[in-house]
């Protein structure tokens, strides 16, 4: 099992920045893919980003490509999700999720372990 405990979430004014962290505990994630979803008020959870175990390729939803960087460091159990230039439509709850496939996918079902989430509020 591995449990995922997401951090850093806020109200921050538009154009701002956060940076959102995820700890693993259990086992170590370093043969997980991992990636970051995000559902806000009234719609269906979408992925954000992901990283392969591996770590080599990380993938973006066109949203966020260019103003968030996903990361992780596997020595600290760790992910990380840096987010910039944030706009009122990045408003939502902010998850973190693990499967133990080598792609990353942006199903939600294909992810086998899940954060309790945290939420960011990005004000106009």
């Known amino acids: 099992q591995v449990q995922l405990v997401e951090s850093g979430g806020g109200l921050v004014q538009a154009g701002g920045s956060l940076r959102l962290s995820c700890a693993a505990s259990?086992?170590?994630?370093?043969?997980?893919?991992v990636g970051w979803f995000r559902q806000a008020s009234g719609e269906e959870r979408e992925f954000v980003a992901g990283?392969?175990?591996?770590?080599?390729?990380?993938s973006y939803a066109d949203s966020v490509k260019g103003r968030f960087t996903m990361s992780r460091d596997n020595a600290k159990n760790m992910m990380y999700l840096q987010m910039n230039s944030l706009k009122p439509e990045d408003t939502a709850v902010y998850y973190c999720?693990?499967?133990?496939?080598?792609?990353?996918?942006?199903?939600?079902?294909?992810?086998?372990?899940w954060g309790q989430g945290t939420q960011v509020t990005v004000s106009s």
């Open positions: 999720a693990a499967r133990l496939g080598v792609v990353v996918s942006t199903a939600p079902t294909n992810y086998d372990y």
């Open positions: 259990g086992r170590t994630i370093s043969s997980y893919t």
């Open positions: 990283i392969r175990s591996s770590g080599v390729i990380t």
